[in-house]
C-alpha cells in the first residue's frame, strides 16, 4: 500500500500557469534531451495561449519550438523523437484536439514497448488543457481523461495545485514511458499555491491527502477536488461533519491503497470529477471500491460529474452542465444520510 501525501512546505506562492513554466525551465535546464513543442509555444508567437512556455525559446533556442497546427504531426513527431532518446513534450493545445492524433498516441506511444519486448521505450509528455471555462464551447472544453485511463501504456495526469502540477509534471517528463499530462483551464490563474523546492518531483500514482476526516472520504482531482475541499470545510465548520478529501492527482495509475484504507474506515465514498458522469473514471474507482469494501459499506458509492452531453455555449446552460459545489454538497449530504 502506498503512503499519502499531506499538504506541506511553505515556498512562495505561484499560479498554476506559473507553475507548468517553472517545470518546464528545470526539466530544460537538467537534461539536453529535453524539448518542447506545439502550436505557439516559441516566444514569436507568444510563448503559449496560456503563457506557460513563455520565455523558453528565448532562453534555450531551437529546444523550443512552435509548429504548425496539425496535432498528428506534433505527436507523430514527438514518438519519434522518443524512441530515439530525446524526452520531448508535446503541447496539444486543448483536449479536444488529442482526438486528431489517436493513432499516434493510442497505437504507436502506448503500444511501442510492449510491441518490442520492453526494448523500445517512448519517454514523451503530452500537455494538454481542457476544462468547461468562459463559453468555449462543446469543441474546446471536454475533459476526456477516460478515454487515454483505458488504453494500457499511457499515464495520465490531473493535477489540482501549483506544486504537484510543477512537481508531477517534472515526473513525466523524467519518466520512460508516454505521460498525458491534463491542464484544467480554469485553474491556471486563479489557483495560487506553493510549488516546492527546485527539481522536487511528485511520484506518479501517488495520491494526495488534502483533508483527514472520518465520517466519509471524496475522492476526486482537478477542479472538482477544489470545491470539494471548500465543501468539506465549510460543513465541519458549520455542522460538525467529518469528511477526508483525497486528491488522486493520477488517474493512470491511480492509488487503490489510499483510496480504500480511507473508505474502509469512513465507510462512505463521494467520487467527484469534471467530466461526464456515465462512462467516467469515478465508475472504476466505485466498482473497486464497492469489490473490496462492499459488506463494510454504510451508503452505496456515489459518482458526481457532468451532464451526459456536449459542453454548451450559453453561460446559463454551461453552468447547469458542471455539478459544481452545489452537486457536490448534495451528494456529500445524500450519502451521509
Known amino acids: 500500500m502506498s503512503t499519502p501525501e499531506l499538504t506541506g512546505d511553505v515556498s512562495p506562492q505561484q499560479n498554476f500557469a506559473t507553475a507548468i513554466n517553472m517545470a518546464l525551465d528545470e526539466a530544460l ?38 509548429t504548425p497546427i496539425s496535432e498528428q504531426a ?24 488529442m482526438a486528431v492524433a489517436m493513432d499516434q498516441i493510442v497505437n504507436h506511444a502506448a503500444k511501442l ?13 503530452i500537455r494538454t488543457m481542457a476544462g468547461v471555462v468562459g463559453g468555449n464551447g462543446a469543441q474546446h472544453s ?106 488522486l492527482r493520477t488517474v493512470s495509475p491511480w492509488d487503490e491503497g489510499v483510496v480504500l484504507d480511507s473508505v474502509g474506515r469512513s465507510k462512505r465514498a463521494v467520487l467527484v470529477h469534471e467530466a461526464v458522469q456515465r462512462f467516467g473514471v469515478g465508475a472504476e474507482v466505485a466498482a473497486r471500491i464497492h469489490e473490496e469494501l462492499f459488506g463494510e459499506l454504510e451508503a452505496p458509492v456515489a459518482r458526481v460529474g457532468s451532464a451526459f452531453t456536449p459542453v454548451p455555449y450559453a453561460p446559463t446552460l454551461e453552468a447547469a452542465y458542471v455539478a459544481g459545489t452545489p452537486g457536490i454538497e448534495a451528494a456529500i449530504r445524500n450519502t451521509l444520510g
Open 74 to 97: 506534433i505527436v507523430g513527431a514527438a514518438v519519434g523523437a522518443a524512441i530515439v532518446g530525446m524526452r520531448p513534450v508535446a503541447e496539444i493545445m486543448l483536449m479536444n484536439f
Open 113 to 125: 514497448r510492449f510491441m518490442s519486448g520492453g526494448q523500445t521505450g517512448v519517454p514523451l509528455t
Open 142 to 247: 471536454d475533459m476526456v481523461e477516460a478515454w487515454f485511463a483505458h488504453s494500457p501504456g499511457l499515464k495520465v495526469v490531473v493535477p489540482s495545485r501549483p506544486d504537484d502540477a510543477k512537481g508531477l509534471l517534472l515526473s513525466c517528463i523524467f519518466d520512460d514511458d508516454p505521460c498525458i499530462f491534463v491542464e484544467t483551464l480554469s485553474l491556471y490563474f486563479g489557483t495560487k499555491g506553493s510549488v516546492g523546492e527546485s527539481g522536487q518531483r511528485i511520484p506518479i500514482g501517488r495520491a494526495r491527502i488534502l483533508k483527514s476526516g472520518t465520517d466519509l472520504t471524496v475522492v476526486g482531482y482537478g477542479k472538482p477536488i477544489v470545491e470539494a475541499l471548500s465543501v468539506a470545510e465549510r460543513l465541519e465548520r458549520e455542522e460538525g461533519c467529518s469528511i477526508e478529501v483525497i486528491d
Open 29 to 66: 535546464a537538467e537534461d539536453p534531451a529535453v524539448i518542447v513543442f506545439g502550436e505557439d509555444v516559441a516566444d514569436p508567437q507568444g510563448g503559449g495561449v496560456t503563457k506557460c512556455t513563455q520565455g523558453l525559446s528565448t532562453k534555450y533556442g531551437p529546444r523550443v519550438r512552435s
